[in-house]
């Protein structure tokens, strides 16, 4: 099953996501779902903390996709706190007058000393806690940061979160998609780059997806993160430690 989905896509496409019954292992990952995209610097985000083949909105997301050139969808399979919204990814946060977004799959086993600043969890989830560490990190890094300082930032705070549990993750400000992989289960991408087909078909247990480029596309490029493969194109497949940075459909950080 796959719990992380990032998509950078470049020009924008409207995503299609059908999310499936999660057929005969469905009670692996039936904690809750969500999905984010942007409209500008803000992120729009739609979660339930419930099964998405039960959710009437699960299906109204389907008939009225949304167009973005960045995704995040999550599925939960609850390990710390219970099964409730403010306990459902992707989560959300405000900085350098962008909204982030943040989903993570695993366990931070040691949340003691871990720095948060000022910013307090609704909820009750490990998860939370790891992103408002991460946002802490970026905070104090200034007011308008550089790019690659952004990046060392997200990096430096990763080897934290993975040295106190299991911490993949995925990370957005709507301009630039960050993936964290520390060796928890599997984490994998896959790129596009060319001429446009118009359409990218990937699926699994717990998803379908069609992303759909605009009619008058010359050329595509396309990053997807994913935990699992999802297509029968040429999958990578990260190591421990791997961090990538996406934008425009492209990598531009791979460690």
Known sequence: ????????????ATMELYLSAFRQRASEND??????????TRSQVVKEPQ???????AAALAQRPPTSSLF????????VGPVALNNTHPFEGRLFGRDWVFAHNGTILRLGGLTTGGRRPVGDTDSEVAFHH?????????????????ETAVREAAHELSRRG???????????????????????????QGQAPHRVRVADDDYTIDLQLPPDADTERAVIVATVPLSEESWVALEP???????????????
């Open 51 to 57: 099964r998405a083949d039960h959710s009437a909105r």
């Open 134 to 150: 991460v946002l802490h990190c970026l905070e104090a890094l200034g007011p308008e940061p550089a790019a690659q300082e952004v």
């Open 241 to 255: 430690g791997s961090f990538l940075v996406c934008r425009d459909g492209s990598i531009t950080v791979g460690l």
């Open 1 to 12: 099953m796959c719990e992380l989905l990032g998509i950078s896509v470049e020009p924008a």
């Open 72 to 79: 995040l969808v999550h599925v939960r399979a609850a390990t």
């Open 166 to 192: 299991k911490a993949n993750f995925l990370l957005s400000d709507g301009t630039a998609l960050f993936a964290y992989y520390d060796g928890h289960k599997t984490l994998h991408y896959m790129t596009r």
């Open 31 to 40: 904690s809750g779902w969500g999905v984010a995209w942007y409209e500008g």
